[in-house]
Protein backbone atom coordinates (compact mmCIF):
# COMPACT_ATOMS: atom_id res chain seq x y z
CA UNK A 1 0.00 0.00 0.00
CA UNK A 2 2.11 3.01 -1.45
CA UNK A 3 -0.65 5.87 0.24
CA UNK A 4 0.92 8.86 -2.12
CA UNK A 5 3.46 8.50 -4.34
CA UNK A 6 5.58 11.89 -5.68
CA UNK A 7 8.11 12.41 -8.52
CA UNK A 8 10.62 13.38 -8.87
CA UNK A 9 12.27 13.12 -5.42
CA UNK A 10 14.74 16.22 -6.64
CA UNK A 11 14.47 18.60 -9.54
CA UNK A 12 16.91 21.31 -10.16
CA UNK A 13 15.93 23.97 -12.64
CA UNK A 14 17.23 27.10 -14.31
CA UNK A 15 15.41 30.25 -13.82
CA UNK A 16 12.54 30.00 -16.82
CA UNK A 17 12.42 26.18 -17.60
CA UNK A 18 9.30 24.80 -16.61
CA UNK A 19 8.23 21.42 -15.06
CA UNK A 20 5.33 19.29 -13.48
CA UNK A 21 5.21 17.92 -10.67
CA UNK A 22 3.54 14.47 -10.41
CA UNK A 23 1.35 12.90 -7.43
CA UNK A 24 -0.86 9.78 -7.36
CA UNK A 25 -2.65 8.25 -4.21
CA UNK A 26 -4.24 4.87 -3.93
CA UNK A 27 -6.66 5.27 -1.27
CA UNK A 28 -9.64 6.30 -3.08
CA UNK A 29 -9.91 9.78 -1.91
CA UNK A 30 -11.75 12.59 -2.84
CA UNK A 31 -9.58 15.49 -1.84
CA UNK A 32 -6.33 16.70 -3.09
CA UNK A 33 -3.70 19.13 -2.40
CA UNK A 34 -0.59 20.50 -3.12
CA UNK A 35 1.56 22.53 -0.50
CA UNK A 36 4.77 24.56 -0.45
CA UNK A 37 6.81 24.20 2.85
CA UNK A 38 9.40 26.87 3.39
CA UNK A 39 11.92 27.36 6.52
CA UNK A 40 9.86 29.53 8.99
CA UNK A 41 7.09 29.62 6.65
CA UNK A 42 5.24 26.24 7.79
CA UNK A 43 2.94 24.79 4.75
CA UNK A 44 1.02 26.87 2.73
CA UNK A 45 -1.41 25.36 0.54
CA UNK A 46 -0.54 26.24 -3.49
CA UNK A 47 -3.86 24.14 -4.79
CA UNK A 48 -6.47 22.08 -3.87
CA UNK A 49 -9.21 19.45 -5.95
CA UNK A 50 -12.31 18.99 -3.60
CA UNK A 51 -12.74 16.47 -6.55
CA UNK A 52 -12.53 15.00 -9.61
CA UNK A 53 -12.87 17.73 -12.03
CA UNK A 54 -12.84 20.62 -9.77
CA UNK A 55 -9.89 22.50 -8.91
CA UNK A 56 -9.20 25.85 -6.54
CA UNK A 57 -6.66 28.22 -5.63
CA UNK A 58 -4.94 27.80 -2.24
CA UNK A 59 -2.94 30.58 -0.13
CA UNK A 60 -0.05 30.89 -3.07
CA UNK A 61 -1.40 29.70 -6.42
CA UNK A 62 0.70 32.54 -8.24
CA UNK A 63 3.53 30.74 -10.86
CA UNK A 64 1.67 27.68 -10.73
CA UNK A 65 -1.38 25.45 -12.43
CA UNK A 66 -2.63 21.82 -11.32
CA UNK A 67 -4.49 19.27 -13.34
CA UNK A 68 -7.01 16.89 -11.92
CA UNK A 69 -6.33 13.91 -14.35
CA UNK A 70 -8.55 11.32 -12.74
CA UNK A 71 -9.43 10.54 -9.22
CA UNK A 72 -5.94 9.42 -8.39
CA UNK A 73 -3.42 11.77 -10.01
CA UNK A 74 -3.19 15.34 -9.42
CA UNK A 75 -0.15 17.13 -10.77
CA UNK A 76 1.57 20.88 -10.38
CA UNK A 77 3.05 22.63 -12.85
CA UNK A 78 5.57 25.38 -12.73
CA UNK A 79 5.28 27.42 -16.44
CA UNK A 80 8.30 29.80 -15.66
CA UNK A 81 10.71 29.09 -12.59
CA UNK A 82 11.51 31.59 -10.44
CA UNK A 83 13.96 31.65 -7.77
CA UNK A 84 11.58 31.91 -5.28
CA UNK A 85 10.28 28.79 -6.14
CA UNK A 86 12.74 27.17 -4.45
CA UNK A 87 11.03 25.00 -1.58
CA UNK A 88 10.00 21.35 -0.54
CA UNK A 89 6.74 20.26 -2.47
CA UNK A 90 4.56 18.23 -0.70
CA UNK A 91 1.35 16.26 -2.37
CA UNK A 92 -1.81 15.20 0.25
CA UNK A 93 -4.79 13.24 0.12
CA UNK A 94 -8.16 13.16 2.05
CA UNK A 95 -11.55 11.65 2.10
CA UNK A 96 -13.27 14.75 2.06
CA UNK A 97 -12.29 18.19 2.12
CA UNK A 98 -12.37 19.88 5.00
CA UNK A 99 -10.94 18.00 7.52
CA UNK A 100 -12.99 17.13 10.29
CA UNK A 101 -13.13 13.40 10.00
CA UNK A 102 -10.35 13.58 7.25
CA UNK A 103 -6.95 13.75 8.09
CA UNK A 104 -4.73 14.49 5.15
CA UNK A 105 -2.00 11.68 4.06
CA UNK A 106 1.13 13.18 3.01
CA UNK A 107 3.73 12.15 0.01
CA UNK A 108 7.36 12.51 0.87
CA UNK A 109 7.62 15.67 -0.63
CA UNK A 110 9.91 17.10 -3.85
CA UNK A 111 13.07 19.26 -3.16
CA UNK A 112 12.72 21.80 -6.03
CA UNK A 113 15.97 24.01 -6.34
CA UNK A 114 15.41 26.89 -8.77
CA UNK A 115 18.91 28.62 -10.04
CA UNK B 1 -8.30 34.31 7.46
CA UNK B 2 -8.01 31.71 10.34
CA UNK B 3 -4.39 31.68 12.24
CA UNK B 4 -2.89 29.32 14.06
CA UNK B 5 0.45 30.34 16.12
CA UNK B 6 2.69 27.58 18.09
CA UNK B 7 5.21 28.09 20.88
CA UNK B 8 7.33 27.60 21.26
CA UNK B 9 9.25 27.54 18.05
CA UNK B 10 12.17 25.36 18.74
CA UNK B 11 12.80 23.35 21.60
CA UNK B 12 16.18 21.17 22.64
CA UNK B 13 15.91 18.71 25.27
CA UNK B 14 17.61 15.73 26.88
CA UNK B 15 16.10 12.57 26.96
CA UNK B 16 13.68 11.65 29.64
CA UNK B 17 12.47 15.36 30.46
CA UNK B 18 8.91 16.43 29.91
CA UNK B 19 7.59 18.83 27.72
CA UNK B 20 4.32 21.04 26.65
CA UNK B 21 3.90 22.46 23.11
CA UNK B 22 0.69 24.92 22.58
CA UNK B 23 -1.31 25.75 19.15
CA UNK B 24 -3.57 29.03 19.89
CA UNK B 25 -6.01 30.95 17.52
CA UNK B 26 -8.39 33.73 17.86
CA UNK B 27 -10.61 31.30 15.56
CA UNK B 28 -13.16 28.59 17.00
CA UNK B 29 -12.12 25.32 15.05
CA UNK B 30 -14.19 22.84 14.21
CA UNK B 31 -11.77 20.17 14.96
CA UNK B 32 -8.09 20.42 15.57
CA UNK B 33 -4.83 17.85 14.10
CA UNK B 34 -1.64 17.22 15.17
CA UNK B 35 0.81 15.97 13.00
CA UNK B 36 4.58 14.82 13.12
CA UNK B 37 7.31 15.26 10.48
CA UNK B 38 10.39 13.67 10.40
CA UNK B 39 13.47 14.90 8.06
CA UNK B 40 12.71 13.75 4.33
CA UNK B 41 9.40 12.69 5.36
CA UNK B 42 6.25 14.04 4.42
CA UNK B 43 3.67 15.46 7.95
CA UNK B 44 1.82 11.73 9.29
CA UNK B 45 -1.00 12.60 11.34
CA UNK B 46 -0.93 12.04 15.36
CA UNK B 47 -4.53 12.82 16.78
CA UNK B 48 -7.58 14.37 15.98
CA UNK B 49 -9.09 16.40 19.07
CA UNK B 50 -13.11 17.01 18.17
CA UNK B 51 -14.59 18.32 21.42
CA UNK B 52 -14.35 20.68 23.65
CA UNK B 53 -12.13 20.17 26.74
CA UNK B 54 -11.38 16.42 25.48
CA UNK B 55 -7.94 15.17 26.01
CA UNK B 56 -6.48 11.97 24.20
CA UNK B 57 -3.93 10.03 25.56
CA UNK B 58 -1.26 8.44 22.63
CA UNK B 59 0.79 6.36 24.60
CA UNK B 60 3.63 8.88 26.37
CA UNK B 61 1.94 11.77 24.33
CA UNK B 62 -1.28 14.01 26.02
CA UNK B 63 -3.14 16.09 23.83
CA UNK B 64 -5.51 18.99 25.11
CA UNK B 65 -8.22 20.70 23.16
CA UNK B 66 -9.63 23.80 24.74
CA UNK B 67 -12.84 24.05 26.12
CA UNK B 68 -13.07 27.31 23.23
CA UNK B 69 -11.53 25.06 20.65
CA UNK B 70 -9.38 27.72 19.88
CA UNK B 71 -6.15 26.17 21.19
CA UNK B 72 -4.76 23.16 21.63
CA UNK B 73 -1.08 21.46 23.64
CA UNK B 74 0.72 18.35 23.24
CA UNK B 75 2.73 17.58 26.31
CA UNK B 76 5.08 14.60 26.15
CA UNK B 77 6.36 12.67 28.94
CA UNK B 78 9.98 11.22 29.39
CA UNK B 79 10.70 12.20 25.70
CA UNK B 80 12.68 9.91 23.88
CA UNK B 81 15.34 10.44 20.85
CA UNK B 82 12.70 9.18 18.72
CA UNK B 83 10.34 12.12 19.47
CA UNK B 84 13.25 14.47 17.66
CA UNK B 85 10.68 15.57 14.51
CA UNK B 86 8.92 19.17 13.40
CA UNK B 87 5.26 18.95 14.96
CA UNK B 88 2.35 20.62 13.52
CA UNK B 89 -0.81 21.68 14.50
CA UNK B 90 -3.66 22.21 11.97
CA UNK B 91 -7.14 23.12 12.32
CA UNK B 92 -10.27 22.30 10.27
CA UNK B 93 -12.38 25.68 9.52
CA UNK B 94 -14.77 26.53 6.78
CA UNK B 95 -13.32 24.14 4.20
CA UNK B 96 -9.01 23.30 4.22
CA UNK B 97 -6.79 22.84 7.19
CA UNK B 98 -4.97 25.63 8.60
CA UNK B 99 -1.58 24.53 9.78
CA UNK B 100 0.61 26.32 11.93
CA UNK B 101 4.77 26.85 11.22
CA UNK B 102 5.24 24.49 13.44
CA UNK B 103 7.85 23.52 16.73
CA UNK B 104 10.93 21.64 16.05
CA UNK B 105 11.91 19.30 18.80
CA UNK B 106 15.18 18.17 19.35
CA UNK B 107 15.34 15.67 22.03
CA UNK B 108 18.95 14.70 23.26
CA UNK B 109 20.60 11.34 24.46
Known amino acids: NAGVTQTPKFQVLKTGQSMTLQCAQD?????MYWYRQDPGMGLRLIYYSASEGTTDKGEVPNGYNVSRLNKREFSLRLESAAPSQTSVYFC??????????????FGNGTRLTVT | TQLLEQSPQFLSIQEGENLTVYCNSS?????LQWYRQEPGEGPVLLVTVVTGGEVKKLKRLTFQFGDARKDSSLHITAAQTGDTGLYLC?????????FGKGTMLLVSP
Open chain 2, 90 to 98: AGAGYSTLT
Open chain 2, 27 to 31: SVFSS
Open chain 1, 27 to 31: MNHNS
Open chain 1, 92 to 105: ASSEALGGISSPLH
